[in-house]
């Protein structure tokens, strides 16, 4: 049973809490720019450095020194087995090392080399190219170390669908259309940069070049089943492909053309969208000053940080000397680490109408979309712009989690009212046109839950869909909890029988953006908290329950991205976790836990494990790209999400 503390123990841990409020104000702080917004790190998997490599050298256009630093980053990163895995402690990972082996052999590094020596026996042991994923086959392709057969068949003429039809691009979510439009067009076309013959990788081939097999060993759950017809589906389309009339073809890929010339123009997406869309107008023989290749190339370079370990993105790239490391960042995330900087400071005692946030709520306001009606507006006619994006330009992309928390930050600043009250009105309207038929919400796009997508050959990572999320579904219900919805309105309740629904069998939620479990609960108990839901419903108290079960003796919590692949939750190595610790311990304050024993551990483990300076040591992984198979480490992450939690913790305690 759960005991209450003394007055002198809530006296001691006060005076504590408060010390390391401050410190963790001032660390914040400090990173805030000029302009008065943030911008931390975003880290990836080096596969994602290795493909800048391929880009440089397919495009023919090599930076010597940025391809040095990149290759001194992934060896940095290589560990002990010489393997490269999905994140921090993670399994080794095939191939994503057949990447990064490829990417340092295309960078002068020869085979014999100690580390590609280690790789090389790691990818033979587990198989070789042949047992590479889909995308990796399709860099390889690029190359001529595979055929053009061992790609599964993506006709061009698919982009001629109209968006009401069984399947076409919009029936995959944005990430994966934005990937997929401009490989329709590499798809085509088939290019191929020769290389020199030690550059072929015939090294990494398990079998005779007669032997290899690249789809008739896709795994089928059935004689009869989804993966089975779409396999033949993919045999038919090898042989009538080229049958198609060329006037045809010729119009589908004017079409991919300008969706990607569009898109482009008022996009900074991510890696590898924007890499592809500089591929395909480069196979058909646009020149590197074409405008469209010029803007991805110029935005994946505003990805780029130089540095010699240390990644922060606050620092300026001149800053860092030459010949230091190169990381590729996969994205940006300004819109997402600005509104929550400043949440954790308002949470943390900050004051609302402090000059430094009064800047922040404006520069906001000036990102939000008003004039792009973006790819969510095919599944959502009647809506009308009003989101804000990921990154500082993302027109065509707004999301619902972003646009959430920018929301949550312009409602609460003391701007005045005339300047914010259109901009909050706009947003929120657009947020709930995009509630889900199922009442919940995904990130970019409405109804996007089409199985089928997933079990096509081209979807062997099976994430190329955005349905609905419980960690999303709740933090709404928080939102719309700040403008006078209440339980008994109709989306509200919408949306709290998707989250009844969707509770794991244990009382946990699923995390869609964060890992996993715990970043799900914690949503879902504050959605529900803060809407006006009973805490003592049985359905609340059993999530807390779970929460409280998988605390660590230290009064920590830590939770792996493996939990993704057992779909149950897995601890993370031997320690706790600063952000994951926070959001267990906001889900606890928000079920009305503030003066349990568990909520007093988790909040001593974080002031214990804070640093002088006022930030939290995490080199784990707890974003998530694709559940399985991408995750993504938040610099961020420790230095806001920790403090939010202690000022949560602390007005709940008061």
Known sequence: MTTRRSQPALRALDSGLQTAITRGQSALLQYQTKESYWWFTLEANESISAEYIFLMHFMGNVDAEVEAGIAKRILNEQREDGTWGLYWESPAELSTTIECYFALRLAGYPKDHPALSKARSFILHRGGITESRVFTRIHLAMFGVVPWSAVPAMPVEVILLPHWAPISVYEFSSWARACIIPLLMI????????????????????????????????????????????????????????????????????????????????TEDIYPAMAYAALALHTIGEPLTNPVIEKALEGLARFRQRNDGVLDASVPHEAHPKGAMVHQQCCISPIWDTPWSATALLDSGFDPKSPALIKTGRWLIDKQITDCYGDWHFKNPDGEPGGWAFEFQNDYFPDVDDTIQVLTVLHRLGLPEKEKAHSIRRGLDWLISMQNDDGGWAAFDKNNSLELVNKIPFSDHGACLDPSSPDITGRVLELLSHFGYQKDDRIVRRAIRYLKKNQETNGSWFGRWGVNYIYGTWAVLTGLAAIGENLSSDYIRHAVQWLKSVQRTDGGFSESPESYNFRRYVPYGDSAVPSQTGWALMGLVAAGEARSDEARCAADWLIGAQLEDGTWDEPQFTGTGFPGHFYIRYHGYRHYFPLLALGRYQTALK
């Open 187 to 266: 798809s085509e076309k088939k290019p191929v940069c020769e290389l020199p013959e030690d550059l072929r990788l015939d090294e990494l081939f398990v079998e005779a070049p007669a032997e290899r097999k690249y789809h008739d060993d896709v795994k089928l759950s059935g004689y009869v089943s989804w993966e089975n017809f779409f396999q033949q589906i993919d045999k038919a389309l090898r042989l009538i492909q080229p049958l198609a009339p060329k006037q045809v073809k010729s119009i589908a890929m004017k079409r991919c053309e300008e969706w990607i010339s569009t898109h482009i123009m008022r």
